[in-house]
């Protein structure tokens, strides 16, 4: 059964630490996505992989950190630097990363930071 | 950069009403894709237009591109319950990266 896993899907934790978010994929997709989603808000792209070992910055990077060490994972970091850490978090996929292919979401994890 | 805005940002429709929302960027795009999101959910693929002023259709649902290619609509007729959830735009431009719009979010009373 193909498709994108993010875990877990609810995780809670206290200012000032950093906390990572799983991201795994079993499409052989080349591209992976971070985003971010505010209540009532549209998708803001945090970090983007086209290919392995390769990673990018989107339009709200700082304070995230991410790595792309297999083509099946892209785990995000939001660390302390990050203001105002609280949402939802969704990660995607594609065949490659660009425009003309589909992305496919995972679940999202709903990130609370108290 | 570029910008992708979506309106309405909230509709209310009675079931059997049509819907409509509309998405316009700021630069012209190569292509535009439409995604649904359930509540609780995650954005689902619908559909990808590629071509100048070109028209989808899937079942009750109507996707036109602009001739200018900056802007979209999604039109669905006669609503159900089962359309409940919210409708983003996304569009591929200049940045080389998919830039969602806003999203409209969709409420159908029975």
């Known amino acids: 059964d193909g498709g994108i896993t993010q875990s877990p899907k609810y995780l809670f934790r206290k200012e000032g630490q950093n906390v990572t978010l799983s991201c795994e994929q079993n499409l052989n997709h080349d591209a992976m996505y971070w985003y971010r989603q505010d209540p009532g808000q549209g998708l803001r792209l945090i970090y983007y992989?086209?290919?392995?070992?390769?990673?990018q910055k989107g339009d709200i990077a700082e304070g995230y950190s991410v790595s792309r060490e297999k083509k099946e994972s892209f785990p995000l970091t939001v660390t302390s630097a990050q203001k105002n850490p609280t949402a939802f978090y969704l990660c995607a996929s594609s065949e490659q990363g660009i425009g003309y292919n589909e992305q496919f979401f995972g679940p999202g994890t709903r990130l609370t930071v108290l | 950069g570029q910008q992708v805005m979506q309106i309405p940002q909230y509709q209310h429709v009675q079931e059997g009403e049509d819907f409509t929302t509309y998405c316009n960027s700021s630069?012209?795009?190569?292509?535009i894709q439409w995604y649904k999101q359930r509540p609780g959910g995650h954005p689902v693929f619908l559909i990808q237009?590629?071509?100048?002023?070109e028209v989808k259709k899937q079942k009750r649902l109507t996707f036109q591109f602009g001739e200018a290619k900056k802007n979209s609509s999604l039109h669905i007729t006669a609503t159900q319950t089962t359309d409940v959830g919210t409708y983003f735009c996304a569009g591929w431009g200049a940045g080389n990266m998919l830039t969602f719009g806003g999203g409209t979010r969709l409420m159908v009373k029975p």
């Open positions: 237009l590629v071509k100048s002023g």
């Open positions: 992989s086209q290919i392995v070992n390769d990673f």
């Open positions: 630069t012209t795009l190569s292509n």
